[in-house]
T-cell receptor, first 112, second 115 residues
Framework: GPKVLQIPSHQIIDMGQMVTLNCDPV?????FYWYKQILGQQMEFLVN????????KSKLFKDQFSVERPDGSYFTLKIQPTALEDSAVYFC??????????FGAGTRLSVL | GDSVTQTEGPVTVSESESLIINCTYS????????LFWYVRYPGEGLQLLLK?????QKGSSRGFEATYNKETTSFHLQKASVQESDSAVYYC????????????FGAGTKLSVKP
C-alpha cells in the first residue's frame, strides 16, 4: 500500500539546538499531520497542514515548533530551540480525504 | 473536548481464543463522528484496520469487527479467533470528515497472542 517515509528513524540532539524532522508523504496527498508520542503515553495530535497552511494545532504545538512543505517536497517539523521534554517519537501522516491517514514508522527524537 | 478511551494494555490471549478491545469516545465538537481502528505492527507505521462513518453500521477487516454504537458511544473491536500474527498495538480513533480537525487517537492497546 501507500507508504509514508520518515527519515531518520532516530535523531539525537543537544538541548537548545535546532532539529528538523523530515517526512516524505504519499504522493498526491494533500493533508499532512504530525503526532507526538512520549514513551508509555498516548499519541497526541500536534498539527495538521493543508494547502500551505496550518489548519489546526494543539496546545502541544509550542511557539518553538513550525511546519512547512516547500515546493511539494518533504513535509517538515522544525523545533527551534529544542527542550528536554521534546524527546518523543514523532509520527507523520498524510491523507487524501481527511478520513484515512497513512502513517510513517516514526522518528525517535532524543534531546540530551 | 474530543477524546477516545480504550482498554488499557497489554492484553495477552492464546491463539484461537476470542478477543475484545473496548473503545468509547466523547465527541463534543464533532456533529457526525467517524470511528476508526488502526493497527501498528512492530517496526511499521500505523495502518487503517477498519472504519465506520455511519452510526449503527459495522466495519470488518481481516476477521476483526467493530460496530459504531451511538447510544453507548462505543466502538469495541472484536475477533472470534485470534492468530499469532495479530500481535500488534491497536488504536481506536475519532475523526470527522466535515471539518478541519485531525483524528484523535486512544492510548493504544498492545495485544500479544501466544501460540
Amino acid at each position: 500500500g501507500p507508504k509514508v517515509l520518515q527519515i531518520p528513524s532516530h535523531q539525537i540532539i543537544d538541548m537548545g539546538q535546532m532539529v528538523t524532522l523530515n517526512c516524505d508523504p504519499v504522493s498526491n496527498h494533500l493533508y499532512f499531520y504530525w503526532y507526538k508520542q512520549i514513551l508509555g503515553q498516548q499519541m497526541e495530535f500536534l498539527v495538521n497542514f493543508y494547502n500551505g497552511k496550518v489548519m489546526e494545532k494543539s496546545k502541544l504545538f509550542k511557539d518553538q515548533f513550525s511546519v512547512e512543505r516547500p515546493d511539494g517536497s518533504y513535509f517538515t517539523l522544525k523545533i527551534q530551540p529544542t527542550a528536554l521534554e521534546d524527546s518523543a517519537v514523532y509520527f507523520c501522516a498524510s491523507s487524501s480525504t481527511k478520513n484515512t491517514l497513512y502513517f510513517g514508522a516514526g522518528t525517535r527524537l532524543s534531546v540530551l | 473536548g474530543d477524546s477516545v478511551t480504550q482498554t488499557e494494555g497489554p492484553v495477552t490471549v492464546s491463539e484461537s481464543e476470542s478477543l475484545i478491545i473496548n473503545c468509547t469516545y466523547s465527541a463534543t465538537s464533532i456533529a457526525y463522528p467517524n470511528l476508526f481502528w488502526y493497527v501498528r505492527y512492530p517496526g511499521e507505521g500505523l495502518q487503517l484496520l477498519l472504519k465506520v462513518i455511519t452510526a449503527g453500521q459495522k466495519g470488518s477487516s481481516r476477521g476483526f469487527e467493530a460496530t459504531y454504537n451511538k447510544e453507548t458511544t462505543s466502538f469495541h473491536l472484536q475477533k472470534a479467533s485470534v492468530q499469532e500474527s495479530d500481535s500488534a498495538v491497536y488504536y481506536c480513533a475519532l475523526g470527522a470528515s466535515n471539518n478541519n480537525n485531525a483524528p484523535r487517537f486512544g492510548a493504544g492497546t498492545k495485544l500479544s497472542v501466544k501460540p
